[in-house]
DNA sequence: TGACTATATGCGCTTAAACGCATAGGCGGT
DNA sequence: ACCGCCTATGCGTTTAAGCGCATATAGTCA
């Protein structure tokens, strides 16, 4: 459960979610594209990110002068499982479409 | 995504996500007998099934002295698909058997 | 080396969540 | 009417999250 929890945690916050959908494809983005998209500011997302990070959500990459973040490949059964359905609900809703696009 | 970010916190709580999972079979309890379950006194546990109740989902009858809690019915597609997989993921979980039993 | 870009982090502040305690209110039984 | 059980809620306190600002660190290129 302590697992889930962290879980929900780190999907209960706006910057974080977004995050999570933009990297729902599979590929990496640099700290700097997810700022961009999700408009905010340097040290929100590098913290955002350095949440998901340490909940295991997701991995990084130095890549020169940029950090790549990507969905944690490696994620277990179950919390795949929650993760494509909270996509899945979150893509459906429309207050997030102007900050996918 | 408004609705899945409240959807997320709501479920980031302990004591919530066990009451989520006590009523995830369909049936209705009481708020004494979560409290029981779930290690809660009177005031957390009945603030906390408010804030279930607030994020719609559950829903909860009068019947004598007792406030009977039990999930939400109506909630939408998408809601309890997430659900389903949180709930899987908790019971899964070795953490939660001591307070389900 | 020095300038520039990208990212992380220390610090202090503000806000919201969660808690316990006490109390109020609803309901049934005597 | 009174008492006892169950639930909700006002209040004050404590704790944690999130933020911006400034600064440190890492890498690139000239």
Redesign the pocket.
Do not use: E, F, I, N
């Given at each position: 459960m302590n697992t889930v929890i962290a879980l929900m945690?780190a999907l209960?916050?706006?910057?974080?979610l977004g995050a999570l959908l933009l990297l729902a494809d599979g590929k990496e983005?640099?700290?700097?594209?997810?700022?961009e998209h999700l408009n905010?500011?340097?040290?929100?997302?590098?913290?955002?990110?350095?949440?998901l990070?340490q909940a295991g959500l997701v991995v990084?990459r130095?890549?020169?002068?940029?950090?790549?973040?990507r969905l944690n490949p490696a994620l277990p059964p179950s919390t795949k499982a929650i993760i494509k359905a909270v996509v899945a609900a979150a893509a459906a809703s429309e207050d997030i479409e102007g900050k996918v696009a």
């Open positions: 945690s209960s916050d706006p910057t974080r983005r640099c700290v700097c594209k997810l700022m905010a500011t340097q040290s929100r997302m590098s913290r955002h990110m350095g949440v990070k990084d130095r890549d020169a002068q940029w950090v790549r973040y």
